[in-house]
């Protein structure tokens, strides 16, 4: 793909128009602008998903808990920051109770350096109800999460490594648990789920889906993961090539499905690593309405 550094006039119509464009970005040659625009937009324009998220022993009470779910930034260049700062405004617009950030806030450590402060203050816009949390992916445990929790601490947001929070709704609790990385080793779910009771319902942050191979003994209320970036690539009919990279199976690189008896729900991410692309693959806001899942059978894995 052609690229030059002057300005035009289609792109400043186009910066006009998409909100997902921002300033700065390389320029095309005008024969490859329609081009140039297409992949902009797969890699800009966010989706807003909304769905009652099925939480196995939900209390009645949290019925119509709005909560969202952020992963995957891969904050690494201007247009990244842009995307979630705008990913933000949406999360704020859904007035959620919780917010949860599911790992890779950036894919190395020379990005890191440079965006954590403008990241963290990203982040600080955030205004859920009650709590917002955030656990390491694999990138994170590569680069180095102390700082990033560090960050987020000051940001208002709670960091999860191998460790759980309890919130009390009106005086009926429900349990936050935060899974660290499995790819790097550092998954403990015992130890994350040391304290919470059998009882107890829970919604469990884990940035690879694989995880929940490894705490279905310990009875999560649900899931919630990234990792897979939705499989970044999908082609019509054959999918996305990325379909079998977890043991998990297939059907768990993106969207809500059931795994035994809970369901895992697996978040396409904001951001790219290495290949600057997504082909029917859009960056993804989540935001879940709990509701209630009391499973009759159990489900096996495909
Ligand atoms: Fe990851």
Redesign the pocket.
């Known amino acids: 793909m052609a690229i030059v550094n002057s300005t035009s006039t289609n792109q400043a119509e186009y910066m006009a128009r998409d909100e997902g464009a921002s300033q700065g970005k390389a320029e095309p040659f005008f024969l490859a602008y329609p081009v140039y625009r297409l992949w902009r937009q797969m890699l800009d324009e966010i989706d807003l998903v909304r769905l009652d998220l099925p939480v196995r022993g939900l209390s009645p009470a949290h019925r119509g808990l709005k909560v969202c779910q952020l992963s995957?930034l891969h904050v690494d260049r201007d247009e990244d920051l842009e995307r979630l700062e705008r990913a933000v405004s949406r999360v704020n617009h859904e007035r959620p109770a919780l917010v949860f950030l599911t790992?890779?806030y950036f894919s190395e450590p020379p990005a890191m350096r440079r965006y954590l402060a403008p990241l963290a203050r990203a982040l600080a816009r955030l205004s859920p109800a009650v709590a917002a949390f955030a656990i390491p992916?694999?990138?994170d445990n590569w680069c180095s999460f102390a700082p990033i929790a560090e960050q987020f601490a000051k940001a208002g947001i709670a960091p999860l490594r191998n460790q759980h929070r309890r919130i009390s709704f009106d005086g009926h609790p429900l349990v936050v648990v935060g899974v660290d990385?499995l790819?790097t080793r550092r998954a403990d779910p015992n130890g994350a789920f040391r304290g919470v009771r059998p009882h107890e319902c829970t919604i469990v942050l884990a940035?690879?889906p694989d995880t929940a191979l490894y705490l279905r003994h310990l009875r999560p209320g649900v899931v919630l993961s990234?990792?897979?970036h939705g499989g970044a690539i999908r082609f019509p009919l054959l999918g996305s090539p990325l379909r079998s990279i977890l043991k998990l199976g297939p059907k768990y690189y993106a969207g809500l499905n059931r795994f035994e008896d809970f369901h895992v729900y697996t978040n396409r991410g904001l951001g790219t690593?290495c290949v600057r692309i997504r082909i029917n693959c859009r960056p993804e806001v989540s935001s879940f309405t709990l509701t209630p899942f009391e499973p009759s059978t159990t489900a096996t894995p495909a």
């Open positions: 995957d790992g890779d992916g694999n990138h990385d790819m940035h690879n990234g990792h897979t690593f």
